[in-house]
């Protein structure tokens, strides 16, 4: 049974260029969240969605970067025009139903270099 | 914002010593997680805590959630070089699906 799969691992983009990460789920989880780290620091909440919804998007910045779960295929997150300010690891969480009470499964995680 | 304060940063110890952290907010908190993370990989679920005084073991861990809701702490005894990484505490509240994460505390065990 195949964790969260996300990809690509490493990410190197240049500043104002776009960047598409990608997430698959565990089989049978239908709810996606990301999660961006900075270095040395925790991990920040960026965008809780279930299939074609946006649940809550209370911590994705309000310009360059939005999230989507269609019915088929992986989540994505997608950042415009990257600036340095965007490097960071990028996770992946899923479960099976929006409940805390399964917990998170994270992903290896996306890490984005803007240069 | 709710923000949660871990403690230490970073732990250097010896291999076969036991280890204490925590982490406090200002905020209450219905469930409280702990997950250990290593290099270049994602955070992994070591305990979850969903009780107020809850006191919860995995292996050699184990974790309590405070009574006032608004701490956690996690022991891991006689340690072994598997145990290097940093250690994060995770919380959330009731009806919420985002967590709310601390800085970590980065264990290091010479030899």
């Known amino acids: 049974n195949a964790g969260v799969m996300q990809n690509p691992r490493h990410l190197v983009r240049r500043r104002g260029q776009e960047a598409r990460l990608r997430c698959s789920p565990m089989k049978g989880h239908s709810h996606v969240y990301w999660y961006r780290q900075l270095p040395e620091e925790g991990l920040k909440f960026m965008v809780y969605l279930q299939k074609e919804n946006i649940i809550d998007e209370s911590g994705m910045p309000k310009e360059r970067f939005s999230a989507e779960f269609p019915k088929e295929g992986p989540s994505i997150l997608r950042i415009q025009q990257v600036v340095r300010g965007d490097s960071a690891a990028y996770f992946c969480?899923?479960?099976?139903?929006?409940?805390?009470?399964?917990?998170?499964?994270f992903g290896s995680g996306t890490r984005l270099t803007v240069v | 914002g709710q923000q949660l304060n871990q403690s230490p940063q970073s732990m250097f110890i010896q291999e076969g010593e036991d280890v204490s952290m925590n982490c406090t907010s200002s905020?209450?908190?219905?469930?409280w997680l702990w997950y250990k993370q290593d290099p270049g990989e994602g955070p992994v679920l070591l305990i979850a805590l969903y009780k107020a005084g809850e006191l919860t073991s995995n292996g050699r861990l184990t974790a309590q959630f405070g009574i006032t809701r608004k701490d956690s702490f996690l022991n891991i005894s006689a340690s072994i070089p598997s145990d290097v990484g940093i250690y994060f505490c995770a919380a959330a509240i009731q009806g919420a699906q985002k967590l709310v994460f601390g800085q970590g505390t980065r264990l290091t065990i010479n030899p």
């Open positions: 969480a899923s479960s099976p139903q929006g409940t805390l009470n399964y917990g998170y499964t």
């Open positions: 905020s209450i908190f219905n469930t």
